[in-house]
Structure formats: structure tokens, C-alpha cells
């Protein structure tokens, strides 16, 4: 049975095969997205780095608000731990970072942003860190904060991702101690 549209016969026979082949066509990227990721594996991820933090430049941008930016920090200890397996020692040589601080200098509350690098054999970790502190006054003797991470991976680790919280405080016999739990994908 032929149907006339637009001035053009069309055969159903034809139409519906068509119709059916173009769903399937149009809906394929969607599906084959949806199952990449339900297939890639979510695990436990902490990083736990002790160091102590130098140089930067402080300015003040306001009246009492403090601005440091370019802060570094000096790991002395890094350990990686994904899921069930043993943990990672990366070289804590090959760590970078840069911190900047946005705080309050009366009531000692404020943000701090570090990106930071980590160096294993085949790849590299690149993570942000975003934080909130308070109570950080002098002498110095005492600080915490607490906040959120992400990261990606580069070279071998590439299609890593990393996110989670992140804390941190001052011990006067360990210097800083950061740790940042959460979760991981793609990490081989």
C-alpha cells in the first residue's frame, strides 16, 4: 500500500525499516556512553603527604586581608593508596606545589587553593585543592582546615580521575599533614 505525502509516494515497507535504522543510529553514542562509564571502576583512593611550606609573596589587599600566593611546600613524605592494593611511595623529590592563601589577618579565617603535581614512574597526578581554615593567628602553633580535591592523570595515567575531601593540620612534630580521601577511576 503506497501513501502520498508531500507529493512524493512512500512506501511503508520502506518507511519503518528507515525510521527504526535511524533510532538505533541516533541512539547508539548515548548507550555506548552510558555503559563506558557504569564499566569503569570506582575505588578507595587517600593521598597523605607531610611537608613543611616556604617562600611565596604576601600582600595585603584590603585592609586586614592577606593574599599569599605562590606558596611552596616541601614533602618529605607521599604514600598513594588505591583500593585494596599496597601502597604507593612516589619520589617525594619529584612533588610540586603552589599555594595561594586568601585570609583574614584579624579573625585568622580564610580559603586556600594548592595545585599540585605527583610524580610517579609512568605518569603524573595533577590535583586542586580548595580549603577553608580558621583560628590560623600567631604564633603559628596551630592550624586545620578542611575542603574538597579534584585531580586528573597524565602520560601512562591518563583517563585517571580523582575527587574527594581533603584535610589538613599542623603538627609541630610531623610539620603539615594533608590528606585527601575519595574516589578514583581509570587508575590501572
Same mark, same amino acid.
Given at each position: ?44 583512593? +587517600? ?7 616556604? @617562600? ?15 606558596? @611552596? ?22 612533588? !610540586? ?28 597526578? /595533577? ?17 586545620? !582546615?578542611? @575542603? /574538597? ?18 584535610? +589538613? ?6 610539620? /603539615? ?8 577511576? @581509570?587508575? /590501572?
Amino acid at each position: 500500500m503506497r501513501v502520498s505525502k508531500g507529493g512524493e509516494k512512500v512506501n511503508r515497507k520502506i518507511l519503518l525499516p528507515v525510521l527504526v535504522l535511524a533510532t538505533v543510529l541516533l541512539a547508539t553514542p548515548f548507550v555506548s556512553t552510558a555503559s563506558a562509564r557504569t564499566l569503569q571502576t570506582r575505588e578507595a583512593f +587517600t593521598l597523605t603527604e607531610m611537608g613543611l611550606n616556604f @617562600g611565596g609573596t604576601s600582600t595585603m589587599i584590603a585592609p586586614n586581608i592577606e593574599l599569599i600566593t605562590g606558596e @611552596g611546600f616541601a614533602a618529605y613524605y607521599i604514600a598513594v593508596d588505591v583500593g585494596t592494593s599496597p601502597p604507593i611511595y612516589p619520589n617525594a623529590a619529584l612533588y !610540586s606545589a603552589s599555594i595561594d592563601v586568601i585570609m583574614n589577618v584579624v579573625t585568622g579565617a580564610g580559603v586556600i587553593h594548592v595545585s599540585e603535581t605527583i610524580v610517579f614512574v609512568d605518569g603524573t597526578l /595533577v590535583i586542586n585543592t580548595f580549603e577553608r581554615f580558621t583560628g590560623l593567628l600567631p604564633p603559628y602553633t596551630s592550624f586545620s !582546615s578542611n @575542603g /574538597v580535591f579534584v585531580g586528573y592523570g597524565t602520560g601512562a595515567l591518563s583517563g585517571v580521575k580523582v575527587q574527594g575531601t581533603t584535610s +589538613t593540620y599542623l603538627s609541630l612534630t610531623l610539620g /603539615v599533614v594533608s590528606t585527601r580521601v575519595g574516589t578514583v577511576t @581509570g587508575w /590501572v
